[in-house]
Structure formats: C-alpha cells, structure tokens
C-alpha cells in the first residue's frame, strides 16, 4: 500500500503485490486473472527494449496497475493519459482497461513505459521532455500513451505554420488536448526523421554520449555536425514537403488534366486507326 500514491492508496484497500526479480506488480483482486499475461507482456517489453539500446534496466521497477479509470485520472497528468512513468520512483502506473482496446497493447505500452525508466537511469543528464517522448514511442512502435483522435494533427499543423517549437516543450507540454496530443506527435516524428534520415546507428551513438554526460547540443553537434535549431529547421521542411507537391497540383490541376485527356485522344485515335488497318480495304469509314 505503501507503494500507491496517497489519495488512491486512501480509496482501494484491495491491492496485492506480485515480486519478482527486478519488479514487483501491484495490482487489484480483479485483474488477478490476468497477471500471467500481464508478467509476460512485461518481460518480453523489457528484453525488446534492450535488444533496441543494449541497456540493461538494473532498477527495481514498481508496476501498479489500475482496473478503474476514474481513480486512474485522479493522479494522471491529462485526460487523455492511459499510462504514465515516473523514472526517479522507478514507477509505472497503468490504466489496464484502456491499454488492451485498440489501438493500444499491452506489451507495447509497457515497453513504451519501461523506455522511460531506461532514459532515467542509464542517461546522465535529463533530456528535454520532447526528446523523452520520441525516443519511446519509437521504441515502442509508435505507441504512445496517450489517446489520440483520428486526424493527423500534425500535418495540420505543419500546413498552417502551427507546428510547436520544440523548445517549448522542454519541461511539459501544453495541457489542452489537441496541443497536448500534437507535442506527442512531433516528438515522435521529429526521432523518427533522425532515424531515418541520418540512420538508426547515428542515433543510437548519440545516445551514448548522452549516457556518458554530454549535454544534448553538443551530442548532436559531434554525430551529426548540425544543431538542434538546424536538425530542427530541416524537420519542418520535411514536414511542409508533400503540402508544397500538394498545393502545386491543386494549382496546375486544369493543366494535368488537359494534358491527361490530349493523351487519351491520342491512344483513342491510335487505337481507332489500328482496328481500321485490320479491316479489307473495301470497307468504308463509314462502316467502321
């Protein structure tokens, strides 16, 4: 009991623990039945986790699991939050319920979960929370923790000039809910464009001069002979992209669509004229 923040501790006096090496599961007489899948979600995220980074989780980790969404929200951040870490209690919270409905899983919200615990214990400097955020919802398959809608915020933004700049979302992002769930979607996009891009070994080296106590600036600086402010830049661009192909065609529509139909006409007239050439030559045109 000691173990759950105070005013839920104060409104369930049901819960158990299951310990195990490395972990413990705090969880609730209802969700008894399910703690094997649920130990064996956890395992399988955590050796994922550490066949993406080669970090080991050395710390002990708390996973408190809820089965009641109203208690969940009275200690998470936002309305929207189905999980959430925090590294310097070595603690998950899990709201159980929304974590198994699509397009959430188990496994990989854990893992999502646990790559936080990871960045806090192995990295020696505290990394921008946008940058905390990317990082594991890359390495959780874009899995966030978070309920999204279902439009693209992001390329809404990017559209209208209404992208967040990222350093802005240094310490918190923003508490209304589609800022909120657009600073997730940056994030995401922002790690993932440096993967790609500039490939995953790169990434994972700046990392590790993260982890040896290089400051975020200067890591960046020496892998990829950029700043952040210019890897930033480039991000957008790439963001803006496929709107300036977009907006070039929606432009020059009547354009592509003459054309295209002149090069109907003309397979149309070939097409004609090679049935006429298949015909004996005292066919008329008219006949044909």
């Given at each position: 009991?000691l ?6 501790a ?5 819960f158990?623990s ?11 007489k209802p969700l008894?039945h ?5 130990i ?10 550490y ?5 080991p ?6 996973l ?8 969940f ?7 929207l ?5 925090q590294p310097?209690k ?10 198994i409905?699509?397009?959430?899983s188990?496994?990989t ?7 936080h ?18 990082i594991?919802?890359?390495?959780s398959?874009?899995i966030?923790e978070?309920?999204r809608?279902?439009k693209?915020?992001?390329?809404t ?7 967040i700049?990222f ?6 992002f923003p ?7 657009l ?5 995401q996009s ?70 295209g ?19 004996p ?5 008219d006949?044909?």
């Amino acid at each position: 009991m000691l173990l759950l923040p105070p005013n839920l501790a104060l409104a369930n006096d049901s819960f158990f623990s299951h310990d195990q090496p490395g972990v413990s599961f705090i969880y609730p007489k209802p969700l008894e039945h399910v703690l094997p899948e649920i130990i064996d979600a956890y395992h399988h995220a955590k050796n994922n986790l550490y066949k993406i980074f080669s970090w080991p989780i050395n710390t002990h980790v708390k996973l408190i699991l809820i089965n009641d969404r109203k208690s969940f929200l009275q200690i998470a951040e936002h309305p929207l939050t189905v999980a959430f870490a925090q590294p310097s209690k070595s603690m998950i919270t899990l709201n159980y319920q929304a974590v198994i409905e699509n397009p959430f899983s188990l496994e990989t919200t854990l893992q999502h979960e646990l790559c936080h615990i990871l960045l806090g214990e192995q990295l020696k400097i505290q990394i921008p929370r946008w940058l905390n955020e990317g990082i594991s919802q890359w390495a959780s398959e874009g899995i966030t923790e978070i309920m999204r809608p279902q439009k693209n915020l992001l390329q809404t933004a990017a559209f209208s000039g209404k992208l967040i700049p990222f350093y802005q979302l240094e310490n918190s992002f923003p508490m209304a809910s589609n800022a909120f769930v657009l600073a997730y979607e940056q994030s995401q996009s922002f790690v993932v464009y440096l993967v790609q891009k500039y490939h995953k070994d790169s990434f994972l080296k700046m990392l590790e001069l993260l982890k040896q106590g290089q400051s975020l600036h200067t890591a960046m600086r020496s892998i990829y002979e950029k700043s952040l402010h210019q890897l930033e830049h480039e991000w957008v661009v790439s963001q803006t992209q496929f709107f300036d192909w977009l907006i070039y065609v929606i432009n020059n529509l009547y354009t592509f669509l003459f054309t295209g139909l002149s090069f109907i006409s003309i397979i149309g007239f070939i097409r004609l004229k090679r049935k006429k050439w298949q015909y004996p030559d005292d066919w008329e045109d008219d006949m044909l």
